[in-house]
């Protein structure tokens, strides 16, 4: 005979709410342990001097990883989650951006798929796979802390549009794959604030498509140079008043080497950047977002103050290789 709803036990407020913790929790450690199932054999530890992670992007063997984990190194071995240890070439390398990628040549590899970072939400729960400390393997979780977040890279390039996470990364972690909770590689961990807590960063997935098909294509990212040093700096009032400037602050050439495009256009030290190519120039970031591979060898109208006095030159920017 069927039980009626008075024959059920009724449950205590107390056991009501521990029950449907424990429903909830249930459900984030199956979505922890499938995005863990699905990349972690996909997952490689990289020994290259110091030991970092990375993760097999192609069925062909392409490892994407850090730039500073392999950078330099005499020599690249990569583990794989079966126990195999392999030689691996570093393809291209990319410090700007803190990516490089690798190649092993084996049997039954397993790749992950890449994602969309663009869908990413603060808040969404987010998995780290890799080898904190050399801990091989190593599963933490967390969530989207912030998007759109900037970082210097060793070169002292700014790293835009980073992920930030409180998921745990720790020394070891460089290289590996943020995951989101269908399996998907949204970011590769590249950053932790030291002595900060529950603070790390990412690339994201789709600026690494980027960077990734250049590194394989040359080896390396071409980027335009115009041959100076410089820093942002505070323009006087009285010419950002008389010459109606938007800003207060432009880039303040320091140093230009000899016969660079910088010195073929006759820039100066002193001179200070306040346009290029019709687009403000407010920070030496600035600057750094107009040099892209496309400006290489194209004639380019800068604006610059010279003694409070405005200017213009043309610069033809070269390639940061050549």
Do not use: C
């Amino acid at each position: 005979m069927a039980s009626s709803k008075s024959d059920r036990p009724v449950l205590s407020e107390d056991e009501s709410r521990d029950r449907d913790s424990s429903e909830s929790m249930d459900a984030y450690s199956q979505a922890v342990m499938a995005a863990a199932d699905i990349v972690g054999p996909s997952v490689v530890k990289v020994d290259a001097g110091g030991t970092g992670s990375g993760f097999i992007f192609t069925p062909d063997g392409l490892i994407l990883t850090n730039s500073h984990v392999v950078n330099k190194a005499a020599s690249t071995w990569v583990t794989l989650l079966d126990g195999r240890r392999l030689a691996a070439d570093v393809i291209g390398d990319d410090p700007d951006t803190d990516l490089a990628v690798l190649r092993v040549s084996a049997d039954a590899l397993t790749s992950v798929q890449l994602g969309d970072s663009a869908q990413l939400m603060p808040g969404q729960l987010v998995v780290a796979i890799g080898n904190p400390f050399g801990f091989q393997h190593t599963v933490t979780a967390g969530v989207v802390s912030a998007l759109g977040r900037g970082l210097r890279s060793r070169t002292g390039r700014l790293m835009e549009n980073l992920i930030q996470t409180d998921a745990a990364l720790n020394p070891g972690n460089s290289g590996g794959p943020l995951v989101t909770s269908d399996g998907l590689v949204a970011g590769v961990n590249t950053a932790v604030i030291r002595g900060g807590q529950g603070i790390a960063f990412a690339v994201p997935i789709n600026t690494a498509r980027d960077v990734v098909s250049s590194l394989i294509r040359d080896g390396r990212v071409r980027r335009a140079v115009l041959g100076v040093s410089a820093q942002t700096a505070a323009i006087p009032r009285r010419f950002v008043h008389d010459h109606r400037l938007p800003y207060g602050e432009g880039v303040l050439i320091s140093e230009v080497q000899s016969n660079s495009a910088a010195d073929t256009a006759g820039l100066m030290p002193g001179d200070i950047l306040i346009d290029f190519g019709g687009t403000p120039l407010r920070s030496i970031d600035a600057l750094h977002r107009e040099l892209t591979g496309e400006r290489i060898g194209t004639p380019i109208p800068v604006r610059v103050l010279r003694r409070g006095v405005p200017r213009r030159v043309v610069v033809v920017p070269a390639g940061s290789a050549e």
